[in-house]
């Protein structure tokens, strides 16, 4: 069978462009896009378009934006049924009648390996946790969250200094690369989908800027993978017992002989700032003083003192 000639595609941010361009330059025909509506960003709090909308207005596509997904009326201004929806980070959790609206369902590219890191923040939590190896899913919708059967994964290392925001592209890519090959399949129905073991599911809840706090009392290795997981947002913070602040962008775990107490400030010099954690010392290499953009922690320490300071939690 051909490829489908009708997709609509439901997307929000930059995750889901790769995804969508990819049906595009595909020949595929994308019958509409749905995105969330424009949010307040930036200094002015001004509404933005999201990243698929700017795409969809760059390519002429038609786009929709409701605020919520509670009334089925939509449907008469969305016009014929398309033959497949697909789903990339949209951030709206989509009622029966959406999923029953395409003619062949609806299918999600999730940047995991399902069941692991179900929900909003795999990237992160993936990293967080130490996992070595993430990827992303071509996924079955249902109603229950990430929960559908897989049609096919692809998987891949994850790198020992790999920031969320260098994992979040990859795995983008990947995921639309994973998509173009598995349409087919989908749309032949004889590719099937493989139910997934509840039982070995992982919550990946959403990321808060509470957690960017750096508590020293951690290992410095757990230290190190959050400073990568919360980059680029929402930038780990480290206090100083004097009250400053600074952002973290870059951090490694480092190992010690002497024995400090956390946050005790082993070393500040050209190589960075070191500080004593749970177990190890973390190495803090770019950091970020409130109103300044981010710098070599050597370059911080030439115009502030570190004397008779510790970091706190």
Known sequence: ????????????????VPALEALRLNGLDIAQVLTQPDRPAGRGRKLAPSAIKRLSASAGLRVQQPATLSDDRVLESWGPRP???VVVAYGLLLPKWLLAWPLHGAVNIHASLLPRWRGAAPIQRAILEGDR??????????????????????SVEIGADETAGMLHDR????????????????????????????????????????EAALDWDQAAETLARRVRAFHPWPICVATLSDGRTLRVHEAEAVRVDAEAAPGSILVAGKEGIVVAAGAGALRLLRVQPPAAK????????????????????
Do not use: C, W
Not at 2 to 10: C, D, E, G, Q, Y
Not at 140 to 154: H, M, N, T, W
């Open 133 to 154: 190896r993430t990827g992303v899913s071509i996924m079955k919708i249902e109603p229950r969250l990430d929960s559908g059967p897989v049609y096919a994964q692809r």
């Open 1 to 16: 069978m051909s490829l489908p000639t009708r997709i609509a595609f439901a997307g929000t941010p930059e995750f889901a």
């Open 294 to 313: 981010a710098m070599p922690a050597s370059a911080y320490l030439n115009a502030h003192s570190l004397a008779d300071v510790s970091f706190v939690r």
């Open 83 to 85: 033959d497949l929806l």
């Open 171 to 210: 795995l983008a890519q990947l995921g639309a690369e994973l998509l173009i090959e598995t349409l087919p399949g989908i749309l032949d129905g004889d590719l099937r989908p493989t139910a997934q073991d509840d039982h070995a599911a992982t919550y990946a809840a959403k990321i808060s800027k509470a």
